[in-house]
Every structure is written in C-alpha cells, then in structure tokens.
C-alpha cells in the first residue's frame, strides 16, 4: 500500500511511516455489531483498544482495522476495516492491495466510480474505485507466493483515473494539457498516467473532460491493451465515457464526438485518437473544438461579437475587458478558473492542493514578468534622472558661497 499511494498520488502520500500494531482484544460481543448501521461503533471500538494498549492513535492520519475473522469490508472518514479470510467473491482475499486501494481510497475522500449517464457504482473496470465489478486486477506475486493457505488469490491493481486523482490534489498541473476554447485540428501527445518519470503531459483537460492514456504495466497490468480513457468528474463521482462505437477504452481511430458538426454556430467537439505507440508510450490526440456562438442576450454579445480567436475577456467593475492572447494575464486566468473548479473537489485535502497548484502556476508567471520588468525598477543613473526633473541638461553643482 505504501508503493500503490505513492504511485497514485505522483509522490504526494507517502506511508512508509505506518504501523503495525496488535493483536488486541475488542471487548465487545460478535452480536453487539450490527453491520452497515454500527461500522463506526467497530472503528471506535479498535481505536479505544489500541489506546489502552498504549498506541497513540493521535499521532497518525488515520487507521486500517483488519479484523481476524469475517467481520466486514468497508471505508470511510473514520477508518477503513478489512478483514483475514473474508471471501468478497472469487476465493479474493479481502486483504487484497485491490480491496485495501479502495477502502483507503474513502478515507482519503473518493468514492466510487460511475459510468456516464448512470448513477450505479463500480462502473469503471480500470479504476481501483470499483472493485466490486471484478475490474482488471492481477495476482499478487508475493502475497500469493508467501500466502500458504488452501485457494488465496490477492489480487492488485488497477490504478485511479485521472478525475479522482484531480480530486485528491494529486495530479500535478503542469503536466496537465490545457485545451483552450477554439481549437482547429490541435495535436496532443499524452505520457501514460502512472508513468511520471516519462517527460510531457499525463493528462489533457478538455473542458469538464479528461483524457489519458493507460499502459499494460506496474498497477495495470491486467488490462487487455493500452487505451485511452475518457472521465468526468461530477458530484464527487468519476465517470467514465464511451466513444462513438460504445467501447470505454478508446482505441486508435476511436472517436468522441458531441455537438452538430453542421450546425456553424453551435458548440462542437471531436476528439479522435489518431495513435498509440505502446512501444515509446505515446498517445495521440487530435482536437477539434468550437465554443457556442448561437446570439445571446447582453454581455455574450459582445464576446460572440469578437470571438475568441484573439484572446480571452473578463469583466470587472461592470466593464468587459479584453486580454490578448499572448498576454500573461491569459494564463493566470486560467489558473484562477482551475481554482474556481476546485469547488466541486470533496476530498479531504483535495481541494487546497489543486488550489496550490495553481497559485504555484500564478506565483511563476508573475515571477518571470516581474524579471522582465526588473530592469525599470532600478534607480536611473544620476545624470539621467537630474536631466528627466530640470528638462533639459544636466546642472552644474553650484560652488558654495564664502562668507
């Protein structure tokens, strides 16, 4: 779990820290726990038998109860509970890195995975959030080597997708493409999401949408090819889109389109993955992208008047304002809307981090305009400066007068 979370979170978790103690002795009866209705009396009730063995529970984030019989699986805010021997299906050991990356998952603040257009859980077959639809995960080599008991299977993978990651704070905003409003047959090259040792981006954010681009490797080795993967992220929910054909793993050739391409002035997008180098781990996308510019009422005039093609615009003080597309402001703006987006990040933590991340990006622009600008800052040689205050040359330093 300390690889998994170091791997999913970009370096951001680290856990080598944990601890392992007990066993200890639950004073409690089997029949005083009541399931689903009393899992945080069970938390309560590890932590308040870890304290009186003297472990100070204060000093850690949070706890994993395994229990040593088949109690329950579950995860939350308070703690996450696994348990030795508990048969979720399939012979898998609840001890599984699978089940345990998802139940410390929803303490860290995720929930599970969904598919477009439905609200059922455990959609997204290449995300560790939904474990309970059998999503590709692979034996275990050690576990399953040291394990001597009769039919172990302790299964990992896979990874997190891109949204949930974004949700955690853990994605880190400069390898993440940002697509601007108009984009006319605009290429992108995407780096496999869990490989962040490889240069270029991992991610490309395309409106609410993100792309990325998973390799048959580490944590995803049991997927059946490299793909692309398409999410949203909505309500503290991922969900995964399907292409034009229906499949969930975009393909080369595979197709997302939304919008009229006929209609001229309506919003059009149309993302085709033109490549995949599995051999150099390269995915390429191409981006058509059209914002609505059917005629609206008051201020959207104006914007639909010049367009975007030359920049972007804000209001402030009642005034429309308009900022070039070369300008620095034009980045920072974005920046601000990336924390603006950071609203609908429920994680624990999550928020504040993709906030960071982007006052980072609005620190570094205005550090490298105020070098450019340095120069003008620094005192004017005497000469020049007693020049620009008399308006003309330079005055001679007066003798002083004898008495």
Partial sequence: ????????????????????????????????????????????????????????????????????????????????????????????????????????GHVYGLDHSRADG??????????????????????????????????????????????????????????VWNADAEHFGSTVQLRPLHHPELPGYLVARIGTLFFEFRVKSV??????????????????????????????????????????????????????????DSANQIATLNVVRKRDRHPKIGIQIALEAFGSDAGGFYVIGGKLKKVPPWSPLYAMIEHIDQIQDSGSITARGGRRLVQADAFERIAQLAGEQLTRLQSFRSPAPPEISQKARSGGSPRKARKPKRK
């Avoid at 997204?124 to 399953?144: E, G, I, K």
């Fill in 1 to 104: 779990m300390v690889d998994y979370f170091r791997d999913m979170s970009l370096g951001r978790v680290d856990l080598s820290g944990s601890q392992v103690f007990g066993p200890l002795t639950i004073d409690k009866n089997r029949a005083d726990y009541k399931g689903r209705d009393s899992r945080n009396d069970l938390l309560q009730w590890a932590r308040d038998a870890a304290i009186a063995d003297k472990v100070k529970v204060g000093d850690f984030f949070s706890v994993a109860v395994i229990m040593l019989n088949p109690t329950d699986m579950f995860g939350g805010p308070n703690g996450c509970c696994l348990d030795d021997g508990r048969d979720p299906g399939n012979g898998m050991s609840s001890l599984s890195p699978s089940f345990a990356g998802q139940e410390m």
């Fill in 118 to 175: 439905s609200a059922a859980d455990y959609m997204d077959n290449w995300d560790v959030m939904s474990t309970a639809s059998n999503c590709w995960m692979f034996p275990h080599p050690d576990f399953n080597e040291l394990d001597k008991r009769a039919n172990p299977i302790f299964l990992a993978g896979p990874g997190l997708n891109a949204p949930n990651m974004w949700s955690m704070g853990w994605l880190v905003m400069t390898r």
């Fill in 219 to 276: 944590w995803d080795r049991a997927i059946p090819e490299a793909v692309v993967l398409v999410h949203d992220f909505n309500d503290g929910h991922s969900y995964i889109y399907r292409d034009n054909a229906g499949n969930q793993g975009f393909t080369a050739g595979s197709v997302l389109e939304v919008g009229d391409p006929s209609d001229p002035l309506g919003s059009y997008l149309k993302v085709t993955v033109s490549a995949i």
